[in-house]
């Protein structure tokens, strides 16, 4: 079926240091998402993007977060600065459309350490 | 407050015993799916189940809308299923989804 890709799958980084983390969404979606999950605790929203533009996001996404899709290539989530509480595993999503009915495809995740 | 609720939090098993596990909404939904978690965090999609009841596999799915709950039934379970199932929801048509904190299942052999 339809694949999410994400790399990396698992970054150790210095906090306060930038990281990037890609997404390949499935090829014919429109609708991305970033999903947190730190660990031993339930996965949250962090936000959606549709057309160049963020569409929605929580209050997890702060403003050291920030994402785009630069010429329909991955769609990246940038941390710039990272801090400890940033050590989670990050789910990108993507789907055709919004609305009933429309899956949402889910990567497998990147594991973020900040140390 | 929490929106999903999963049961049970924990679940042990003997290889071939049946599972059920269950999720239970706080507000009207949309459409919800399970997902299962390996171990190691990457997240596998199992049903897309807006309503009725879904099978694949040894696994099958049940979700009644109006009454805001679902289950997610394992027969014959096997070590290899164990892990975390997650269940999540949506309300409306921004596909923005709310987790569950899960039931970790550990089938013994």
């Known amino acids: 079926g339809p694949k999410v890709l994400q790399i990396p799958s698992h970054q150790i980084i210095d906090m306060g240091q930038m990281v990037t983390l890609n997404c390949d969404p499935v090829?014919?979606?429109?609708?991305f998402y970033w999903y947190k999950q730190i660990l031993g605790q339930q996965m949250e929203f962090l936000v959606n993007?549709?057309?160049?533009?963020?569409?929605?996001k929580s209050k997890l996404f702060k403003d050291q977060f920030s994402v785009e899709r630069p010429d329909g290539s991955y769609f990246t989530l940038k941390i710039q600065p990272t801090a400890l509480e940033d050590s989670a595993v990050y789910f990108c999503?993507?789907?055709?459309?919004?609305?009933?009915?429309?899956?949402?495809?889910f990567g497998e995740g990147s594991r973020l350490i900040v140390v | 407050g929490q929106q999903v609720q999963q049961s049970p939090a924990s679940l042990v098993l003997q290889e071939g015993e049946n599972a059920e596990l269950q999720c239970n909404f706080s507000?009207?939904?949309?459409?919800m799916q399970w997902f299962y978690q390996r171990p190691g965090g990457s997240l596998v999609s199992l049903f897309y189940?807006?309503?009725g009841t879904k099978h694949s596999g040894r696994l099958t799915s049940t979700t009644v809308i109006k009454e805001r709950r679902s289950s997610l039934h394992i027969s014959s379970s096997q070590t290899t299923d164990s892990g975390t199932y997650l269940c999540?929801?949506?309300?409306?048509?921004?596909?923005?989804?709310?987790f569950g904190d899960g039931t970790q299942l550990v089938v013994k052999p």
């Open positions: 090829s014919n979606h429109l609708y």
């Open positions: 999503a993507s789907s055709i459309q919004q609305g009933a009915g429309n899956t949402l495809y």
């Open positions: 507000t009207s939904l949309n459409s």
């Open positions: 993007f549709y057309n160049g533009k963020v569409m929605e």
């Open positions: 999540a929801f949506d309300r409306n048509s921004n596909n923005r989804i709310f």
């Open positions: 189940n807006p309503s």
